[in-house]
């Protein structure tokens, strides 16, 4: 059986862990047992119960950047585990990620109805964008507005799936609107790659104080 650290979790619901291999076991944890690992670690969200995941003895858990006991957190408010769910396995650094949406006391957690392919419920890219059109009617000629304070890390590199799962601090001044003072924009945010060329953009973004540190690096 595998343990894990729980390397970090940031809502709407983004999970990355870390997976080591005890003594005497099996040294590769395969893509199968990475995404057995994260299920059973969802599943122990939504029965409240952390002994119904495979934590290692030293296991670290963290929230919005925030160091949390285990069993904290969403332990204590998950309520329903919903379908949706990509898997972002990293066999090679033993690293399983997911974006999921998990309902908290009977609600989404911050998560829109029509966020799935929209960022925030605004067409940002496509045919119909709002966001600086014409531009964005392309997104291969889109102009985007230049942030000197980005900064990302990546999470999971899935090489047989040919996805990446960055997170990314957009910095001071990322955040519009009349209560972001003091605020950045964070994302998790994946790629998929296949011909040399990205195909596929799927984020889950928040406004976090800005300078907040991700808690893992």
């Known amino acids: 059986m595998r343990r894990l650290c729980i390397a ?8 990355a862990i870390s997976v080591a291999p005890r003594l005497g076991a099996q040294s590769v944890c395969d893509r199968a047992c990475l995404a057995d690992v994260m299920t059973r670690y969802l599943a122990s969200l939504v029965a ?5 995941a495979p934590l290692a003895a030293n296991a670290r858990f963290t929230e919005d950047s925030e160091v949390l006991p285990i069993g904290g ?3 204590k408010t998950a309520s329903k585990l919903r379908p949706f769910r990509t898997d972002f396995p990293d066999v090679r650094a033993g690293v399983a990620a997911v ?21 925030n419920g605004v067409r940002m890219a496509g045919p119909g964008c709002t966001f ?17 304070g980005i900064q990302a890390s990546v999470v999971a590199v899935d090489e047989e799936n040919g996805t990446v799962l960055l997170y990314m601090d957009f910095g001071k001044g990322s955040l519009p609107g ?10 998790f945010e994946a790629f998929k790659v296949y011909g040399g060329q990205m195909h596929a953009v799927e984020a889950v ?6 300078d907040t540190p991700r808690g893992w690096k």
Not at 8 to 15: Q, R
Request: hydrophobic fraction near 35%.
């Open 48 to 52: 409240h119960d952390p002994k119904q």
């Open 8 to 15: 970090g979790l940031v809502l709407p619901l983004v999970v």
């Open 99 to 119: 974006h999921a949406v998990i309902e908290e006391n009977g609600s989404p957690v911050l998560f829109a109805p029509d966020a799935y392919r929209f960022e």
């Open 205 to 210: 973004l928040e406004g976090r104080p800005s």
């Open 178 to 187: 009349p209560d972001s003072a003091g605020k950045s924009l964070v994302t």
């Open 73 to 75: 957190g969403l332990w």
């Open 132 to 148: 600086r059109p014409p531009s964005c009617e392309n997104m291969r000629g889109q102009q985007l507005p230049t942030l000197a």
